[in-house]
């Protein structure tokens, strides 16, 4: 009995790290990954009105006034993007996790489009690779 406790706990705790680790690209390091926060922290701070981040959320047809939290620290490739998130709160308290998608020219970094991807752990799909 006490090894399929130990089992279930080493299998559990796996599937954790692998969840953990699912939205960052550790080989993405360096001045890029540094690179790609600050421009997302510069979108954030050029489209702040008011001390609110607003967007337009295309999927509910209505203008976003956001309060910025945090920027996460994983950030991932798809397709020609460099892919992070940053957690914002509107005012009834919602939870919206933001995807940025980050470009590269001549070495330079800019947030070209901001996407919600999720309201309160409610995920919504997109798909960035042809």
Do not use: W
């Not at 939205?23 to 990954?33: F, L, T």
């Not at 981040?53 to 920027?71: H, M, R, S």
């Amino acid at each position: 009995m006490k090894i399929s406790k130990v089992i279930a706990a080493v299998i559990l705790i796996a599937g954790m790290a692998t969840a953990a680790f699912a939205g960052n690209d550790p080989s993405i390091k360096g001045k890029v990954r540094t690179d790609i926060q600050a421009a997302m922290n510069e979108h954030v701070g050029q489209n702040t009105v008011g001390e609110k981040y607003v967007i337009y959320d295309a999927v509910d047809g209505a203008l976003k006034k956001l309060t910025f939290e945090k920027v996460h620290e994983g950030i991932v490739k798809k397709g020609d993007f460099y892919v992070s998130c940053a957690n914002f709160v509107d005012g009834q308290n919602r939870k919206y996790d933001i995807d940025f998608l980050v470009v590269e020219k001549d070495g330079s970094f800019r947030v070209l489009q901001p996407l919600v991807h999720s309201i309160d752990g409610k995920k919504r799909a997109y798909r960035l690779e042809d």
